[in-house]
């Protein structure tokens, strides 16, 4: 069965970087569209980004365009989410997330629950805080 792990959270100042890395176990991600997902304390769940299972489409939300860029190495079955300029608001938990389907606009837009997910991952933690 495929496991993802999360792995690159940690605190940074506001206007910091990060790169999240979501790397799968157990099977390869090459067929399947990832998802980031994220949590802020007393929020619901939130998408962040996706990115088809090519790598050759990827879609953002608008919270995070031009700040975030999400990428993926098939060869090591790792997705990554690099992020820049962090605010505040950026700080929660990030999951990663395999999809049932292709990734696309509304991926990242419609309510979580009512996004077709086979596997998530366990979490990574990110704070923005000076």
């Known amino acids: 069965q495929l496991q993802l792990v999360e792995s690159g959270g940690g605190l940074v100042q506001p206007g910091g970087s990060l790169r999240l890395s979501c790397a799968a176990s157990g099977s390869t991600l090459d067929y399947y569209a990832i998802a980031w997902f994220r949590q802020a304390p007393g929020k619901e769940r939130e998408g962040v980004s996706c990115i088809s299972s090519s790598g050759g489409r990827t879609n953002y939300a608008d919270s995070v365009k031009g700040r975030f860029t999400i990428s993926r190495d098939n060869a090591k079955s790792t997705v990554y989410l690099q992020m820049n300029s962090l605010k505040s608001e950026d700080t929660g938990v990030y999951y990663c997330?395999?999809?049932?389907?292709?990734?696309?606009?509304?991926?990242?837009?419609?309510?979580?629950?009512?996004?077709?997910?086979?596997?998530w991952g366990q979490g990574t933690e990110v704070a923005v805080s000076s």
């Open positions: 997330a395999v999809l049932r389907f292709e990734c696309s606009v509304t991926t990242v837009t419609r309510t979580y629950r009512t996004v077709p997910i086979r596997y």
